[in-house]
């Protein structure tokens, strides 16, 4: 899931970043997307509005949901029996793609379009193909990406930036835990 969440931060929308990344039953990732408009359509020219009178004027029409994407980029032959993990339930035109991809479970952290006709109608079609959807709570809120964290070793020495402090502590405590054997 942090996957699906470092792929969205690449989308373009300015209100909704979301991502997506399946992996195989052996839990390798195989694809991973974010929702972006469609090649050759370029991010700076296409509209990324949400409520102008015009529909061609809004982002709606145009932009690839992160799921689609996550299938078209999958680096294997196909998806069959993978599991997505994607920030946001799907929509119904997600729905109807993982269906035929052949995926197997839909693993989300959001539904809170849940009352949309476009999630009951996604639910409905899930259901019936027999495509199982959970939700996942994450056990920690963060993940913090250091690049430094590269150097550690080679420093001698733990990171002294707040930033920092927050994965030496994390990593601090995972060892501590470890050694105790938890
Ligand atoms: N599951 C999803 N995957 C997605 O990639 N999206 C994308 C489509 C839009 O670019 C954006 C939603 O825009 P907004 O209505 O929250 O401003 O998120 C949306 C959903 C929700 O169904
Ligand atoms: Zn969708």
């Known amino acids: 899931m942090a996957t699906a969440f470092l792929a969205a931060k690449r989308s373009k929308d300015p209100c909704s970043q979301v991502g997506a990344c399946i ?18 359509c370029d ?3 296409f509209p990324w509005a949400k409520k102008s009178k015009n529909a061609l004027e809004n982002k709606y029409l145009y932009v690839c949901h992160a799921e689609v994407n996550a299938i078209l980029n999958k680096n294997s032959a196909d998806v069959k029996n993978c599991t997505l993990f994607v920030a946001l ?16 479970e839909v693993v989300y952290i959001s539904d809170k379009h849940a009352h949309k006709t476009h999630t009951i109608a996604s639910k409905r079609m899930l259901n019936a193909a027999g495509i199982s959807y959970r939700q996942f709570i994450p056990r920690q809120k963060q993940i ?29 405590e995972k060892l501590k835990e470890e050694d105790q054997g938890k």
Request: aromatic share 6%; with cysteine; hydrophobic share 30%.
């Open 23 to 40: 992996v195989n039953e052996n839990n390798v990732i195989v694809g991973t997307g974010y929702n972006g408009m469609p090649k050759g």
């Open 43 to 45: 991010d700076d020219e």
């Open 89 to 104: 339930f799907p929509c119904n035109e997600c729905a109807k793609v993982i269906i035929q991809s052949g995926i197997k």
């Open 144 to 172: 913090v990406i250091d690049f430094s964290e590269i150097n550690w070793n080679e420093m001698n020495q733990l990171p002294s930036t707040p930033v920092k402090d927050i994965n030496a502590h994390t990593q601090k």
